[in-house]
């Protein structure tokens, strides 16, 4: 288990953060992280690059209750209870 203010190489961050190692650089561009440089490769704070993501996660619609809405905008249900809502998203996936 790593610690989460670890520096760590940068692939071993995405991995962990679940983005790509572009993305990463993305943020690097911006100012969001310092990406240090030590013998040829990329460390960063592994923190960072989960805060970062993490933020991510909360604006990219697909991952909330936005994905569920558009699934179901054009659902029927006869009975729209939790149970009706919860099988129809299933069948639409």
């Known amino acids: 288990m790593l610690v989460s203010n670890a520096v760590v190489p940068i692939a071993i961050a995405a991995e962990q953060a679940g983005v790509d190692i572009a993305q990463v650089h993305r943020w ?3 100012g969001g992280l ?3 440089g030590r013998g040829g490769r990329e460390f960063v704070r ?9 933020a991510a996660r ?5 991952t909330n209750r936005g994905a569920l809405r558009a699934r ?11 149970t009706g809502l919860q099988q129809a ?3 639409r996936t």
Do not use: E, M, T
């Open 28 to 30: 690097a561009a911006v």
């Open 34 to 36: 310092q990406i240090q």
């Open 46 to 54: 592994l923190d960072q690059v989960l805060a970062l993501s993490a």
């Open 58 to 62: 909360r604006r990219d619609p697909s």
């Open 72 to 82: 179901l905008a054009d659902a029927r249900i006869a009975n729209p209870s939790v």
């Open 89 to 91: 998203s299933r069948d």
